[in-house]
């Protein structure tokens, strides 16, 4: 009876697993402090194939494996919230002019630019696309858009996927904190940590002399100094998570995709690895998944 009764529950298990929504999957990694699961963050999704802050790149982000879509948000000038990291569309389209001074039909009307600046087929597209896309798939990490809070979480909890929002940024931990309780907001959200930068190591210490320890925190720095290392090591420590971002060197102390894709990867993600981190922004999302899988730490 009691072999009966655990191969019961352990198909009840498995099948919740089976239930859970990729999404939910991820989540519970994010939450998760002791898991050595890497998570892959797609900077303005998959921009070497499909305009950045696309939903193709979206897309393809999805398809390749991605934990997390980075996407940045710009408010029309008639209050439609859309995909763009400039607050022009001068650079990444066919088209020119400030987004808080056009109406969304306008911004309709051109086309994305690809990564070297050639018109493409594909559209700007709205927050609201995006998020219908991403539902139950991945997680959505918002950069530019905390000054959007409310519209967000109202578009985000109207579609059903708030607690699929991960936000960042810089503000005070009191604020952060008011902001959530005012809203009873489910999104999750991630100090930035400029820990070279006395701004950044003050908002820093303010996270340290509270009670409220940050699901993650992202942590930049130019140049690694012990107080970087120290930094890595309280946040692993403290249960939280350690964001780092392979961009580029003003972010990482050098420790680039460029220089893991042209080099010797251990000398760049090994490294962050033996850091600590667990959540890594990159732009060669397809090299670096390549390697977690190797290393088992990747689905």
Same mark, same amino acid.
């Given at each position: 009876?009691?072999?009966?009764?655990?191969?019961?529950?352990?198909?009840?298990?498995?099948?919740?697993?089976?239930? /859970?929504?990729?999404?939910?999957?991820?989540?519970?990694?994010?939450?998760?402090?002791?898991?050595?699961? +890497?998570?892959?963050?797609?900077?303005?999704?998959?921009?070497?194939?499909?305009?950045?802050?696309?939903?193709?790149?979206?897309?393809?982000?999805?398809?390749?494996?991605?934990?997390?879509?980075?996407?940045?948000?710009?408010?029309?000038?008639?209050?439609?919230?859309?995909? $763009?990291?400039?607050?022009?569309? &001068?650079?990444?389209?066919?088209?020119?002019?400030?987004?808080?001074?056009?109406?969304?039909?306008?911004?309709?009307?051109?086309?994305?630019?690809?990564?070297?600046?050639?018109? *493409?087929?594909? #559209?700007?597209?709205?927050?609201?696309?995006?998020?219908?896309?991403?539902?139950?798939?991945?997680?959505?990490? +918002?950069? @530019?858009? =905390? /000054? =959007? %809070?409310?519209?967000? /979480?109202?578009?985000?909890?109207?579609?059903? +996927?708030?607690?699929?929002?991960?936000?960042?940024?810089? $503000?005070?931990?009191?604020?952060?904190?008011?902001?959530?309780?005012?809203?009873?907001?489910?999104? !999750?959200? !991630?100090?930035?940590?400029?820990?070279?930068?006395?701004?950044?190591?003050?908002? %820093?210490?303010? =996270?340290?002399? +509270? $009670?409220?320890?940050?699901?993650? =925190?992202?942590?930049?720095?130019?140049?690694?100094?012990?107080?970087?290392?120290?930094?890595?090591?309280?946040?692993?420590?403290?249960? $939280?998570?350690?964001?780092?971002?392979?961009?580029?060197?003003?972010?990482?102390?050098?420790?680039?995709?460029? #220089?893991?894709?042209?080099?010797?990867?251990? &000398?760049?993600?090994?490294?962050?690895?033996? !850091?600590?981190?667990?959540?890594? /922004? *990159?732009?060669?999302?397809?090299?670096?998944?390549?390697?977690?899988? @190797?290393?088992?730490?990747?689905?």
């Amino acid at each position: 009876m009691k072999r009966i009764l655990s191969i019961c529950l352990l198909l009840i298990s498995l099948v919740n697993i089976v239930a /859970q929504t990729r999404a939910e999957r991820i989540i519970n990694e994010i939450k998760n402090p002791k898991s050595k699961y +890497v998570l892959v963050a797609l900077h303005r999704g998959d921009w070497r194939h499909y305009p950045e802050n696309s939903l193709e790149g979206i897309e393809s982000s999805i398809n390749m494996g991605g934990d997390i879509i980075e996407i940045d948000l710009a408010l029309s000038a008639d209050s439609v919230l859309v995909l $763009s990291h400039d607050r022009t569309i &001068d650079r990444a389209t066919t088209g020119k002019g400030l987004i808080s001074e056009l109406p969304y039909d306008s911004l309709k009307q051109v086309f994305l630019r690809d990564e070297y600046g050639n018109p *493409t087929k594909f #559209k700007m597209p709205t927050l609201r696309e995006a998020l219908n896309l991403c539902r139950d798939r991945i997680i959505v990490n +918002v950069d @530019k858009g =905390y /000054q =959007y %809070f409310e519209l967000l /979480q109202k578009l985000a909890r109207e579609l059903g +996927v708030e607690n699929q929002i991960l936000l960042k940024g810089k $503000s005070p931990v009191g604020d952060v904190a008011a902001k959530f309780a005012e809203t009873g907001s489910e999104m !999750m959200y !991630m100090p930035i940590i400029d820990i070279l930068v006395p701004k950044g190591r003050d908002l %820093f210490n303010e =996270y340290k002399s +509270v $009670s409220q320890v940050p699901l993650a =925190y992202e942590v930049c720095w130019d140049k690694m100094m012990p107080y970087v290392t120290d930094c890595f090591d309280y946040i692993v420590l403290s249960g $939280s998570k350690l964001w780092v971002n392979t961009l580029w060197d003003s972010l990482n102390g050098g420790l680039t995709d460029d #220089k893991a894709f042209n080099g010797d990867p251990e &000398d760049v993600y090994g490294q962050l690895l033996k !850091m600590g981190a667990t959540m890594i /922004q *990159t732009d060669r999302p397809e090299f670096l998944l390549e390697y977690l899988r @190797k290393k088992g730490l990747h689905d």
